[in-house]
Structure formats: structure tokens, C-alpha cells
């Protein structure tokens, strides 16, 4: 790395971006949170509009997070949710395997079909791994064996082993609209994935009654809490690899995070991760460590990923309040990156809209901090925005696609397209 190159913290901030929210005075919940630090680099900066995939689009995780880390837009319908997942969980897919994305839920029988009450089992958050041992190598005839590994909270993902498998199968998870809801009866969407679907409705089947009485969900519902007594799929997929944006201008990158996901996609794509007992995809994640983390893999790395799921959860759980919480420790945690003379950046993976608890379509709040050396005496702390969706709109950043963002961002560190 040349002396004119910066290195670069890229903050993934999950579900970042939102919508105006009655209790918080028709505020976002980051427009309502006091961050003085992201108002300063933004202020110093660049910031506006991102789509994270195309204008009009709903981003998920993978697909979202996966523009930022340098996924190419021509391949995007190549990456799978399961695979990524079984990759976050250290689980290297062989030739014919399939790997699904799972979630535990609560599963009740219903009129002549279960019906999924809750889908993340309450967001449980311990004895997942004990469950999941139920539901390890289980023999579906025809030589297809099933294994379940837990991941964080309710996640998990679900590998099919076996002669004849295809990953053109349809999902059994109902998505998030009004509770209950039919669980889904997987489909083929070829005729040679017929085996699959039929083959992963027996493991649904076979899930839901090895869990019913397990002692966890006894103890689970004697405490008031949704009982994990099923398991919900979706997002198929085998082996694949893709290119890398990062890679191909030169730059070095790590992956600082507690989300499997996020884990999975850096980790296809080669990067460096680090994990931590204390780095959750929950509001009890440690920042500080994180962030000191950063710090430290900044040393060895050009570009360091740090990803926080909290505020994506907070939406889904219709908690603006504790969003805007969150946000507001986040930006005092950043303090120390402030003074390693970087640029720091922020971006999403997609807006999650806390009134109705889903992924939207509308664009994310971004910046770009100016590298250090670039600003003059005058220009420190003098310009101040009040970093959010509203600024964002009118921000000194045209609106532009995540792939556009990255390659900027890559600009600014000092990187010319590679030749």
C-alpha cells in the first residue's frame, strides 16, 4: 500500500434507516437520536441516499450487506441465503449438498396443517444448540440425511446431504405478516427438486415432533415464553463462489461482527472475520469491543467491515425508542476511531420501517468521512449536519446504488480502477 492509500472502517449498520415514527414526533429514530459524532463526519464529508439494491427493491440482509462488502451486481442472483449461512457457521458445503436458511419457531397444529404463531420462538436466545442436537443427522430415506446447526438466537441453517438433491425448492416460512399463519408446504420449482421438497417436509414434520416435549420448551412455556417447537426454511442454495470489487482493486479487508450472516458472506468472499463471544446480534452486543476490535485489525487490513444488527431487530419488534437508543450509544462507542485517522464510513443494508416492523424498499442514510489530511484547520468541525434520512435527502451525495457507494468510498481511500 502506496503512502497516498487511507484505510477505512465501514460501518454496516443494520436496518439503519427508517421511517417517521408518531411517538418520536414524526421522527426516524435516527433522525430523534442525539449523534454528534456521525453529525460531524458527515458535516466534514459526504453523506445522502443509497439504494442498497435498485430504487424500488427490498433488500434482505445477505443481498444488502453483500453490495457493501463488494459483491458484483451481476452476480447477485448467484448467492444464496443458505449457503451464506452454513459458510457463517464453518460448515463448507461439498458438491451436491444443499444448505437452507432455518429459523426455530413456535409451531402449532392447526386444521389439518401447523400453524407458525411465532417466528423466531420469542428471539430465543439460549438452548438453541441443545435443540438443535435433536435435529442432527436424521435419516430421511433414499439416502438424504438432514442436519440442523444453530446459529444466533433463533437462526440456524439446515444442510441436506444426499444423492439427487436440487436447491429449486420454494420456502415453508410465511414471512412477517399477521401471526398465525399456515406454515408453508415446500414446493419444487423444477421437476428434478422433487425429491428436496419432499424430503425437507419430512424434516419439518419429523422437527416439529422431536421438539414438542423437549424439557427447554416445557421450561419455555412454564415462563410465559413462545416454546421452539418447529423449524421455518427458506433461501436455498448450494456451493457457489463469486467475485470480489475489494479484490480486485488490491485491498485487504476483515469482517468485525456477531451476525452468522454477515460472518458467512465475508468469509465467501475471503476476507478475514472476527468473532467474539461478546459481539451478539442483539442490543446486549459489546460496542466498545468491537470497536477496539476494529482498531486492532486495522492494522493489517485496508478495509475493516463493523456490522451491528440491533437496530434492525428493534424495527422488527416495533421498538423505535430503543432504536434510537441504540443509535445514540453507537455514535459515542465510535470515539475511538475518530482519533486513529481513517475515514470512517456508514452505511445499511436495507430500512427497516419500525411502524410496520418490515424491510422497505426506501434508501438508507449514508457518509463518507473525508480522509483526515484532506481537511484544512478552518474545515475541522465546521460544517454540521444533523446526520439522518431528512438531511440525507438534501445531502452533498447524489442518491446512488450501494456498488456506486463502495466505489467511492474505494476513491476516497485513494484506489483508481484497476487497469
Do not use: W
Request: glycine share 10%; proline share 7%; with cysteine.
Amino acid at each position: 500500500m502506496t503512502a497516498l492509500h487511507h484505510k477505512c472502517a465501514l460501518l454496516i449498520i443494520d436496518g439503519l434507516g427508517d421511517l417517521p415514527v408518531a411517538e418520536l414526533g414524526n421522527r426516524t429514530p435516527l433522525e430523534a437520536a442525539q449523534t454528534p459524532l456521525l453529525d460531524r463526519l458527515a458535516g466534514e464529508g459526504f453523506y445522502g441516499l443509497v439504494d442498497p439494491i435498485i430504487p424500488g427493491a427490498i433488500p434482505n440482509t445477505h443481498s444488502g450487506a453483500g453490495m457493501l462488502l463488494g459483491l458484483l451486481p451481476e452476480q447477485a442472483d448467484q448467492m444464496h441465503r443458505g449457503p451464506v449461512e452454513a459458510s457463517g457457521a464453518g460448515r463448507v458445503l461439498r458438491p451436491g449438498e444443499i444448505a437452507v436458511r432455518a429459523n426455530f419457531a413456535t409451531l402449532e397444529a392447526g386444521d389439518g396443517t401447523l400453524l407458525v404463531t411465532d417466528r423466531r420462538a420469542g428471539r430465543i436466545t439460549s438452548g438453541a444448540d441443545e435443540l438443535a442436537v435433536l435435529l442432527t443427522d436424521i435419516d430421511l430415506g433414499d439416502g438424504v440425511r438432514a442436519s440442523l446447526h444453530a446459529t444466533d438466537q433463533h437462526r440456524g441453517v439446515l444442510v441436506l446431504s444426499g444423492p439427487g438433491l436440487d436447491a429449486a425448492i420454494s420456502d415453508t416460512d410465511p414471512g412477517d405478516g399477521m401471526m398465525p399463519a399456515a406454515l408453508k408446504l415446500c414446493l419444487p420449482l423444477r421437476p428434478r427438486a422433487e425429491l428436496t421438497a419432499a424430503k425437507l417436509n419430512r424434516f419439518i414434520g419429523e422437527a416439529h415432533h422431536r421438539l414438542g416435549e423437549h424439557p427447554i420448551n416445557r421450561a419455555r412455556l412454564a415462563e410465559g415464553k413462545p416454546p421452539a417447537t418447529g423449524v421455518i426454511t427458506r433461501g436455498a442454495g448450494g456451493h457457489f463462489t463469486l467475485d470480489n470489487v475489494l479484490h480486485a482493486h488490491g485491498i485487504s479487508a476483515a469482517v468485525v461482527s456477531g451476525c452468522n450472516t454477515v460472518l458467512g458472506l465475508g468469509r465467501i468472499f475471503g476476507f478475514d472475520t472476527v468473532s467474539d463471544p461478546r459481539f451478539t446480534a442483539a442490543l446486549d452486543t459489546d460496542l466498545h469491543a468491537k470497536i477496539a476490535a476494529v482498531q486492532s485489525a486495522l492494522r493489517d487490513h485496508d478495509m475493516v467491515y463493523l456490522h451491528v444488527k440491533a437496530p434492525d431487530i428493534c424495527s422488527h419488534d416495533h421498538n423505535p425508542l430503543a432504536k434510537r437508543d441504540f443509535l445514540q450509544g453507537l455514535d459515542t462507542a465510535l470515539a475511538p476511531l475518530l482519533e486513529v485517522g481513517i475515514i470512517i464510513a456508514i452505511a445499511a443494508d436495507h430500512t427497516t420501517d419500525s411502524n410496520s416492523g418490515f424491510h422497505t424498499a426506501d434508501p438508507v442514510p449514508a457518509l463518507i468521512s473525508r480522509p483526515p489530511s484532506d481537511l484544512s484547520p478552518a474545515e475541522v468541525n465546521f460544517a454540521r449536519v444533523s446526520f439522518g434520512e431528512a438531511a440525507c435527502r438534501q445531502g452533498n451525495m447524489p442518491r446512488q446504488r450501494s456498488t456506486q457507494f463502495l466505489l467511492k468510498l474505494i476513491r476516497t481511500m485513494g484506489y483508481q480502477e484497476p487497469v
